[in-house]
């Protein structure tokens, strides 16, 4: 069961910086930092049929949202191995509130590793290495992600060039 409240008044702003570029012929960068402050301006009044929730009072920060996170993926493009890359995200604590003084989540860091190899122009194979490193975090409260996992398979393309 949830419930939705609205805050009355609140205030947002942030910048996000993005980086491409080429290493070198066959190899390719790109990075993004994304910063992200929030306020909140004017809280829902509290009366004793209105329960005032300790997230949305006036002068917190949104929940949920991390205040600077970041992605870089490095990319091999080549002629067999049409694609090799890893992924990196990281994200910064987030505000949320349990109670028994809790009021944020720790930031956490993950590294993804996978290619795709061209047998030939109708048959490529693919593999993903997720969480690579196994890192304990939680993008939602209570639900911990996946540990380290492995997929992999086989693309086949039928007509057409």
């Keep these: 069961?949830?419930?939705?409240?609205n805050i009355n008044k609140s205030l947002a702003h942030g910048a996000e910086v993005e980086l491409q570029g080429r290493i070198w012929s066959k190899l390719s960068l790109n990075t993004a930092y994304t910063y992200t402050s929030s306020q909140i301006?004017?809280?829902?009044?509290?009366?004793?049929?209105n329960f005032c929730d300790p997230t949305l009072q006036t002068g917190r920060p949104f929940i949920?949202?991390?205040?600077?996170?970041?992605?870089?993926?490095?990319?091999?493009?080549?002629?067999?191995?049409?694609?090799?890359?890893?992924?990196?995200?990281?994200a910064g604590a987030q505000t949320r509130f349990f109670g028994f003084g809790v009021d944020h989540v720790a930031g956490y860091a993950?590294?993804?590793?996978?290619?795709w190899y061209a047998f030939n122009s109708r048959m490529?194979?693919?593999?993903?290495l997720e969480n690579a490193f196994d890192k304990f975090y939680e993008e939602v409260t209570g639900y911990p992600a996946l540990g380290?996992?492995?997929?992999?398979?086989?693309?086949?393309?039928?007509?057409g060039q």
């Design 124 to 128: 490529t194979a693919y593999m993903n």
């Design 64 to 90: 949920l949202i991390p205040k600077h996170s970041a992605t870089t993926l490095l990319s091999y493009l080549g002629t067999r191995w049409e694609q090799i890359w890893e992924a990196a995200s990281w």
């Design 110 to 115: 993950r590294v993804d590793i996978g290619g």
């Design 1 to 5: 069961m949830g419930q939705y409240e």
């Design 41 to 49: 301006l004017d809280a829902p009044l509290c009366t004793p049929a």
């Design 148 to 159: 380290v996992n492995f997929r992999a398979g086989m693309r086949f393309r039928i007509g």
